[in-house]
Structure formats: C-alpha cells, structure tokens
C-alpha cells in the first residue's frame, strides 16, 4: 500500500541543522508532488511548500524561504527537508504528504 | 493570497449529522479543488475528502464534501456520528501560487 515514512525525533540546539527524510512505497515516486507541513505544538496546519518530484524544482511558501530546503533521492524514492540556522520556533512536527496519504510526522524540538 | 475560515469547534451527539464549514476569502471555491483533512489527538492527519468530494479508499460513506459557489465555502458533512470521528478537521485548497489550509475545526462527539 502506499506509504510514505519519516525519520524520528530530532532534539537540536539553536543554531544547528536538521535533516528529516520522507521515504516512498507503494507507487511511483515521480507521480506526485511532494507536500511539507509544519504543525507547531498546539497549533494548525501549515503549508511550507513542495518539491517536483520529476523535476526536483523545490516551491517554498512565504515564510519559509533562506533556513528551509527541499531535496530529493528518486534512487531511493525519498525526500528531504533540511533546516538549518535552527530557532527554538522552529520547535514542531513536520509532515510530509503527496496527494492523499500523509507521513507519521517528525517531531523537531530545538532547545539549549 | 486567500484564507479558509472554519468554525473553532462543533459538536453533536452520536448518531446524528454534522456540517463543517470552510469559507474563502477571495477567488472562487470552485476554481480549485478543496481537500478534508482528519487529525486525531496525537496522530498524523490523514484524507477524508479531496477533490471536493471524492473520498480515499478506506474512507466510509457518511463522511461527504461539497461545496458552493453562492457562499463561496465547501462543507464536510458526516452522518451517522461515531465517537471515533472526535477529532480536529482542516480544509484545504490553493491558487496558482499557494496551498492554504484553514485554521481547523475541533469536533466533539458526546
């Protein structure tokens, strides 16, 4: 069945970097666009943009652009979201999600 | 870019219907496809509705979307409630440039 499966946790201090993978099965990955959503503790839903899956061209969403970069490896049906420069608001789960199925989600927590 | 208001919360009782609505702010609800998002409490959100009305394999018959164009808002309508639909609901659409989801529905089944 489709799926879609993300790295765990992340515990960072300010100022570091973070990685979180996205891994596809089930279809094929260049079918669809690949969604990421941020969901702060407590909070809604929030579109960080998306990545062509075909072409790599990455979308970023006000708000998002500089610290946030998406990538991917079709070798091994996986996307990527790096943060870098890393804030304690940067603190939530991050989801990836193509067109119907969602990942688990990753929580990031930055701390000092 | 436009926004999607959806009411803070609802609630009703089991076996009854309820509609969430989700109104935007500018541009047409019918030029782009709007999608329904369930998210129980510590879960990941998962399809309830997408293309406007079109529900994901898995999906049971009591949960349907419409929209309309003289309100401009899309609606979620779920029949037959089951205190397993206690959840937060979002909506969701886009434009040329942009993918808006609105600010959530809590539902309470009770």
């Known amino acids: 069945q489709v799926q879609l499966v993300q790295s765990g946790s992340e515990l960072k201090k300010p100022g570091a970097s973070v990685k979180v993978s996205c891994k596809a099965s089930g279809y094929t990955f260049t079918s669809y666009a690949m969604n990421w959503v941020r969901q702060a503790p407590g909070q809604g839903l929030e579109w960080m943009g998306w990545i062509n899956t075909n072409t790599g061209n990455p979308t970023y969403a006000q708000g998002f652009t500089g610290r946030f970069v998406f990538s991917l490896d079709t070798s091994v049906s996986t996307a990527y979201l790096q943060i870098s420069s890393l804030k304690a608001e940067d603190t939530a789960v991050y989801y990836c999600a193509d067109g119907t199925t969602w990942g688990q989600g990753t929580l990031v927590t930055v701390s000092s | 870019n436009f926004m999607l208001t959806q009411p803070h919360s609802v609630s009703e009782s089991p076996g009854k219907t309820v509609t969430i609505s989700c109104t935007r702010s500018?541009?047409?609800?019918?030029?782009?496809?709007v999608q329904w998002y369930q998210q129980r409490p510590g879960s990941s959100p998962t399809t309830v509705i997408y293309?406007?009305?079109?529900?994901p394999s898995g999906v049971p018959d009591r949960f349907s979307g419409s929209i309309d164009s003289s309100s401009n808002s899309a609606s979620l309508t779920i029949s037959g409630l089951k205190t397993e639909d206690e959840a937060d609901y979002y909506c969701q659409s886009y434009d040329s440039s942009n993918q808006v989801f609105g600010g959530g529905t809590k539902l309470t089944v009770l």
């Open positions: 293309e406007d009305n079109q529900r």
């Open positions: 500018s541009g047409s609800i019918a030029s782009n496809y």
